[in-house]
């Protein structure tokens, strides 16, 4: 049988190593359309560019186009649908895609349907030093961009003076990622209320409490599927992440309601055959449980767990749905494992990088556990501060995926990893990551 061609948006070793690790993998070719790199090299590059580079390609291939997928945040996810509905593919609509990604938009939409379960939000113009004009919501709340990720300079605000300080990096590097973003918005023909805030590029909304987990889903055929979730476990006193782990601990009528108001969601913002993930806070003491943000695509950060968990890591998901097939998944907890976790592994204090782990050092742990994988993201050199798209608290130094048994058994591991690896500070202590 002929291999298909999938041409993946944002190609990285990593991700597509977990694709060639589904069952079915040796019937594709996958076939890297723009690579990570260039997608994220070269802040407030316009999508256009983008665009054209990935259309060129396409048309120069030799062969069939059957399938186009990405699994990263902003631009892939309109790189990807703009380039399925350009070459006939399955594919969600770009409207649908922005009323996820636009924070605004996103949470405007939201309080149609389901308005007990989201936080008060107003959107406002970091530029207009009249703040008050636009935010009249009282301290504390949080303020971030209408378009960003990883938690990129978001704020939290318990003073007005922590606004005015906060609105200064907001206005200092917003640039990155909110301009391109609302050019695109602006030039693409779109609906008058997808277009009518223009300037107005921050979105403030009240605190949000409790355990934060996330739902990994798809929707095939306008019927929205639940397959996963992921508990967001933070650091201690910080809204930095510390891990993702997977199975979940939130209890089952719990995640039972968030499926139903996921449901509701994703078919009033008519989303339709591709994946998704979706977060939200549940707090135990008043039992409510709050919608954070949709993302429209599945989340790679969770594709190892899925992998050690479940058996087949979640990339088979959305490649299915993008060759137009129902998703056939393996039984639940079928994999190796009975838990994984992704830790952050995360210092809190800026300095220069003057050593990472070593090779050798790496090798011993993989020795001793050949299915825990180390990404390091520091470089020797590097000055913390200047890494790119980091939350506004603290600096990630590595990822580190670990399989286990049971949540001692995950424990154990990570600190035994963390004792063996070495990273070090220029004019500083040892960066403290545990």
Known sequence: ???????????????????????????????????????????????????????????????SVDAIIGYWDYPVTLLASILTEKYGLPGVPVESILKCEHKYLS??????????????????????????????????????????????LAYRINSDLDFIDAREEIRRYIGKVTEPFEDFIHKYNLPEELTKNKGKTCIAESLLSGS????????????????????????????SFSRYEYPSKIPLEIQGEMEEITRKIMKHIGYDNNTFNIEFFYNQTSGKTTLLEINPRHSQSHAFLFDSVDGVANHKIQLDLALGKK????????????????????????GFITKVPSYRELKKINKENKDIIIKLLATEGTRLSQMSYQDSYSYELADIYIPAQDENDLIEKYNKVISEIDFKRAFENDISIV
């Open 1 to 63: 049988m002929k291999k298909k061609n999938v041409f993946v948006v944002g190609y990285d070793d990593f991700n597509v190593s977990m694709l060639e690790s589904i069952p079915e993998a040796e019937d594709y070719n996958f076939i890297s359309l723009l690579s990570f790199h260039e997608i994220r090299d070269g802040d407030g590059k316009p999508i256009e560019s983008l665009l054209k580079k990935a259309v060129s390609r396409i048309e120069s291939f030799d062969g």
């Open 107 to 152: 949470r405007l939409e939201q309080a149609k349907v389901i308005p007990e379960h989201i936080p008060l939000f107003e959107v406002f113009d970091p530029f207009n030093d009249n703040y008050m004009s636009d935010v009249k919501m009282l301290p504390p709340y949080w303020i971030k961009p209408i378009k960003s990720f990883s938690s990129y």
């Open 212 to 239: 934060l987990c996330t739902l990994e889903g798809y929707v095939y055929n306008n019927e929205v599927f639940i397959y996963g979730v992921i508990d967001s476990v933070r650091e201690t006193d910080s809204s």
């Open 327 to 350: 998703p056939e998944l393996p039984e639940k907890f079928s994999g190796k494992y009975r838990k994984a976790a992704k830790f952050m592994t995360r210092t809190f204090e800026d």
